[in-house]
Every structure is written in C-alpha cells, then in structure tokens.
C-alpha cells in the first residue's frame, strides 16, 4: 500500500469512527487530489463530506467540518475549512517526497489497487460487425471503447475477456453468398445484374476475381452455400486483420451458427418458458420482453419455424453466463438504443437478475476531408474503411482520436489534424513528451554524478515537483473511476493534461544542474516517474512508445 492510500484509509476509518452508527458511501469518504492548477491555494486534498452528510446529522455542514479538521497524519501539514464546509488538507514537503519514492519503486503497481473489493470475470463484446464487407470507419469508436476498457479492467486486477460476435447465421448471409456469386458471374465476363437488395460495394468484385482465378469456370459447378461460405470466410479474415492492425486482440470470436447447430437456443427458449416469459400466438413463440419495459413483445420463433436474430441473442448471453462471466458489457452504436431494454429483458428472463451489465452506446462519427463530410454505406458501396484511417493517419493516431471524446457525444474526426506531425496534434504532443523525457535522460547519462538514479534521491524533490506529482498520482483514481464508470475517453485526456503539466515544469525548471548534483539527481528522478506513467497510459491505450521522433 502507498503512502497516498494509507492516508485514504486513516481518513475513512476516523470518520467512521468518530460518527458511529452513521452510513457511509466509498464516494463520500474519498479524498480528492487538487490538481487544478488554477486553485492549488485550495490544498492538495479536498472533501465536501461534510456537507453530504448535513441532512443525514441534521447538523451545519461547517459544524460537522470543524470535527472532521481534527485529524491528524504524519503526512499533513494542515486543515483548512473553507466556504459552506469544503475541507482542504495541505500535505507536508516530505509527503511528496515519500510519494515520489514510492511511484520510482513501484512503477505501475503504484496505481493499481492492493485488493478488489470483488474480483470480476468480464465479457467484453464490441464491433461484432456482419463479416459481409470490410469494417466501416464508424466501427472504429466501439473498437477502441471495448479494448481499453478491457485494458483498464484487467490492470485493475479483474478477468477480462474480449469478445466478437461474428453474426454468422440468418438472411444477411444468404444475401452475401447472392451479391457473391453474381460478382463471380460477371469476373467470368457474364452481363449479370446484382440482387436489388444484396451487397453493391467493389470489395465482393475484388474478391470475385481472386475466386475466379482460383477455381475457373469449375466454381459455377459448386452449390450456392459454396458463394456464401467462401465470402464469408474471406470477409472475416480481412476483418480480423483490420482489427490487428489497429492494436486489437481478440480473446474469443464466438460464432452465432454454433448456437443454432448446438441446441442452445432451444435450450435457453426452454429456460424462458419454464420461466413463465414465453407464449404462443399466431403459431409463433413469443419471448414477453413487456413484462420488462420494452414497448412491446418479441417474436422469438415464426410461425415458419425460423428463429428471429433475439433468440440467438438470448442463447449467446446464456452461453456467456454459462462460462462464468459474472459481469457484461456491451459496447454497441447509438441505433442499439432500444436493444438496451431487450438485453436486460434476457437477462431477467433466464434468471439472472443479479448479473451487472452496462451496455455503452456510441455516438456517430463523422470525418471531413477538404472540409467536405465523407459519405460512408456499406451497400451502395461509397465506403470509408477502417482499413483506410490506419493505412493513412496509422494506428496510434487512429485511436488516440477515436477514443478522445465522451462515448455520447458526436465525433467529429478531422483528418487534417491526424495528418499533422506537430504539436497541434494530440498524439504527436503526448509522444513528444515521452521521447523528451528520454532524451533528457540520455543527456543526463554523459555525466558521471548523474547516473544510476536511486530511490533516495527523492530526498531533495522540492516544492517544484509538487503539482507534477500530483498529476502523476491522481493516475490511481482515475484507473479506478474508469474501471467503475467505464468512461474510457477520460485515459486519453488525462495523458494530454500531464505531457502538458510536463511540458510547462521542464520549460521553467533547470533539470540537469551539473552545480547542484542533488537537486539535478531529484529532478532526474521525476522524469523517470514520469516517463514511466506515461508509458503506463500509453500501453492502456494501446499507443507505441516511440523512442525518437
């Protein structure tokens, strides 16, 4: 445990102590860095505890304040009490000091938790795009959404699978073996026309010609499964590639035709029914997603016998709970709105009730070039692939831009921007910053006094290093909030702050003082601390730590 979570923990268990038989949230005893740099008059921890539990004491938020104030710790200098009840604690100079010695021995394990509260088993499901083309640029935001958060959760100490649903099953996949083999037809020199509602884009004439030229006019002898098959195949693997090359692994690729093949969905639809949650109208089965707050019933099976897409839905989130996953998350575009009701219809149906899930919907993403908006549809063919951005701005670019706006809210990716190699661009600053600190070390090596920099060295961190830190410390909360509040964007505008707090010290302070070796070796010591964090966040993020620019 470090010296800045010892202090949380003295802090909480005081207050408990000293309102017995008073309930207590963990959000009402967190103490809060102060890392506005605009109000650093205001302490380095802060607390408006007293005021969230006026009504509940039935006392003055100052009053109750005023006792709180009497804490003690070796590492605070003060406690000031400011405006309604806001409690301000000051920490003493050898506070940073401490903390700076720690972040140099521990490195990342400094900003993960000592123990869980409760240890997860998490399925993280994200793009899960019909392998029926390539992946549009839109599929990019959920993309980098679902792998970090995984990130962030597996380095918080939970279990974490990422997963992709590859919808293998049902009519979309029919239509692709039709688009398909007609494109076949016409790589032979056949006058064919494209089914009216099949799949238009130039990628299935692409692959149309490969097919050909590796089985000749012999691929019109084979069954229309054939056309379907092989397309889907290749259209998944490609898919898979463009995934890889923007950083993601995948831990399972779940096909939904095993479920139909299995059984699984008669034997989820069994649990539903023996559940009392399905009926029988007009020769369908009916899964009654109203008794949950959908607007209306779902068909689970027609009248024809065919299965409709929400009973393999309901068999996958069956089958994922089977496998020990005992928290869900989705990640899903905004026109998933009204799945959100229907997922959590599946998940009281089957009985599992007290199963967390948290379904994040994305916003569209728009990207301009030359000013103009670029128009992007899959089955009319003008498409903007995901490919496309990694092969143009690359992959760190790519998700560093994709991930730096709140999953709700509309984003708008400017190309010219991720094009720049300056500092106007967000990537290039915070990697700038890294090699920085790299070649501030480097220079550093050529003396003799200021090599091998130790943990003692931290003895001489000065008031200089104060808010530096503090940026660098507050890592620990925020890899905490994300893991609860799944808000990934926040990581990436966190890295920015800090190149930014590194960029403002290095450019007013003297780190390398060959006149004052102590203080130089101190402030060496903070690039190394800050060298190392950046690297943290950049490894969250999946975004390479170049070594020269």
């Known amino acids: 445990m470090n010296s800045l979570k010892s202090l949380q923990q003295a802090f909480c268990q005081y207050v408990i102590s000293f309102f017995e038989n008073t309930d207590f949230t963990p959000e009402q005893l967190q103490l809060h860095l102060n890392i506005d740099e605009n109000r650093q008059e205001f302490g380095n921890l802060t607390t408006s505890i007293a005021m969230s539990l006026a009504k509940k004491l039935q006392l003055a938020p100052r009053i109750i304040a005023q006792k709180i104030a009497t804490f003690t710790h070796p590492l605070i200098e003060k406690i000031d009490i400011a405006g309604p009840g806001f ?65 962030v959760l597996r380095f918080v100490g939970h279990n974490v699978s ?74 998944l693997e490609q898919l898979k590639q463009t995934l890889r090359d923007y950083g993601i692994e995948y831990d399972v690729w779940f096909s939904e035709k095993t479920l139909h093949d299995s059984g699984a969905i008669e034997k989820s639809l069994h649990t539903l029914k023996e559940n009392g949650f399905l009926f029988e109208h007009d020769g369908a089965l009916w899964f009654k997603t109203t008794a949950f707050g ?63 899930l948290d379904v994040i919907l994305y916003q569209l993403v728009k990207m301009t070039e030359k000013g103009e908006l670029v128009r992007m549809s899959k089955r009319a063919g003008a498409i903007v692939t ?36 300056t500092e106007e661009n967000p990537v290039y600053y915070v990697q700038y910053a890294y090699v920085r600190t790299g070649s501030i070390l480097e220079k550093a090596h050529k003396e003799k006094d200021l090599c091998d920099i130790v943990a003692s060295d931290a003895q001489h961190i000065g008031k200089e290093e104060a808010f530096l830190l503090k940026k660098i410390m507050f890592l620990q909360d925020l890899l905490q909030d994300i893991a609860t509040n799944h808000q990934t964007h926040l990581l990436t505008y966190y890295v920015l702050e800090l190149a930014q707090a590194f960029h403002r010290y290095y450019s007013h302070t003297r780190v390398i003082d060959v006149h004052d070796i102590p203080k130089s070796r101190a402030r060496l010591l903070m690039i190394i601390v800050l060298r190392d964090s950046i690297a943290t966040v950049l490894q969250l993020l999946g975004i390479d730590r170049p070594e020269k620019m």
């Open 87 to 151: 409690i301000n604690i000051y920490l003493t100079d050898d506070a940073f000091k401490i903390v700076a010695q720690e972040l140099f021995e521990q490195k990342s394990s400094f900003f993960k938790p000592d123990d869980l509260e409760k240890k997860y088993n998490y399925s993280i499901e994200f793009v899960s795009a019909n392998p029926t083309g390539p992946l549009h640029f839109g599929h990019g935001r959920g993309g980098i959404i679902g792998d970090v958060l995984g990130n």
């Open 294 to 356: 959908d607007d209306k019933d779902r068909v689970v099976k027609k009248a024809t016998g065919e299965y409709t897409y929400i009973a393999a839905d309901i068999a996958y989130f069956d089958n994922k709970i089977s496998r020990g996953f005992d928290n869900l998350v989705f990640v899903f575009g905004h026109d998933h709105h009204s799945y959100v009701t229907r997922l959590e219809a599946v998940k009281n149906g089957l009985g599992f009730v007290s199963v967390p």
């Open 386 to 421: 995901l490919q496309d951005i990694i092969n143009i701005v690359g992959k760190d670019v790519a998700r560093f831009f994709y991930l730096n706006r709140k999953a709700d809210a509309q984003l708008e990716f400017d190309l010219e921007l991720a094009l720049k190699k």
């Open 162 to 235: 990422k997963e992709f649903y590859i919808n293998d099953a049902g009519n979309q996949i029919q239509k692709l073996g039709e688009s398909f083999k007609a494109r076949c037809l016409q790589a032979a020199g056949m006058q064919v026309t494209l089914p009216e509602d099949g799949y238009q884009g130039e990628y299935l004439a692409d692959l149309a010609q490969d097919c050909f030229a590796q089985y000749g006019h012999v691929l019109f002898e084979k069954p229309d499964s054939f056309f379907a098959v092989y397309a889907k195949e290749q259209l």
